[in-house]
């Protein structure tokens, strides 16, 4: 069964170094998502790429996160430099294209945590 | 705003029935889901709902859409110790396409 990978699965960094995390979505899925959970929250959205472009990043802290999909297929999240705050989870999702009633499948995430 | 509400802990016996329930404030709201997540997981879609329907039943889960006053709730009959997860009740609004905005998440633990 197709999946959406993300790797690594667990970070551990000092704080004001730079992170990167990946995520291949399943093959054809127009659509990619970048969450951020903390814990004992809900996810919230990041980044959102239809194909290589950006859609929506209205929630991205672009003084330090960023985000690119340069062919469209897989994607890297940075986050340089990181803060203490940002330990979180940060969860991949892709869907087939953008519409409400596309389901957006999870990978299992990259847990941050930011020493 | 968007912002959804949920409770965040909820305990019963294994073959109980569980109801966690959600509230919303975004009445432009099209589509309402719950997803589960377990342990070090990422989250699984188990249903959604359009706001034209009052109800839908798959399997053990039924889901009941009250729009009037933004409230989602899901029931799921017989439950079992694997459902064991944290449930997420997320809307969709109508001012962007597939975004979704998700609650803190109710904690469902199933004892034998």
């Given at each position: 069964e197709a999946e959406v990978a993300q790797s690594p699965r667990y970070k551990i960094t000092e704080k004001s170094q730079a992170v990167a995390f990946w995520c291949d979505p399943i093959s054809g899925h127009a659509t990619l998502y970048w969450y951020r959970q903390i814990l004992g929250q809900g996810p919230e959205l990041l980044v959102q790429f239809q194909d290589e472009s950006?859609?929506?990043?209205?929630?991205?802290?672009k003084d330090r996160f960023s985000a690119e999909r340069l062919k469209g297929v897989d994607s890297t999240l940075k986050i340089q430099?990181?803060?203490?705050?940002?330990s979180a989870m940060y969860l991949c999702a892709s869907s087939l294209t953008r519409g409400k009633d596309n389901e957006q499948f999870f990978g299992p995430g990259t847990r941050l945590t930011v020493l | 705003g968007e912002d959804v509400e949920q409770s965040l802990f909820l305990s019963v016996r294994e073959g109980d029935s569980s109801v966690i329930n959600c509230t919303y404030t975004d009445s432009s709201s099209t589509y309402l889901y719950w997803y589960k997540q377990e342990p070090g997981a990422g989250l699984q879609l188990l249903t959604y709902i359009f706001s034209n329907m009052d109800m839908k039943q798959d399997q053990r889960l039924t889901v009941l859409l009250n729009k009037k006053d933004k409230h989602l709730s899901l029931r799921i009959a017989d439950?079992?110790?694997?459902?064991?997860a944290i449930y997420f009740c997320a809307e969709s609004p109508r001012?962007?396409?597939?975004t979704l905005t998700f609650g803190k998440g109710t904690m469902l633990l199933v004892s034998p």
């Open positions: 950006v859609v929506d990043d209205s929630q991205l802290p430099p990181a803060e203490l705050g940002d | 439950t079992q110790t694997g459902d064991s001012s962007g396409y597939s």
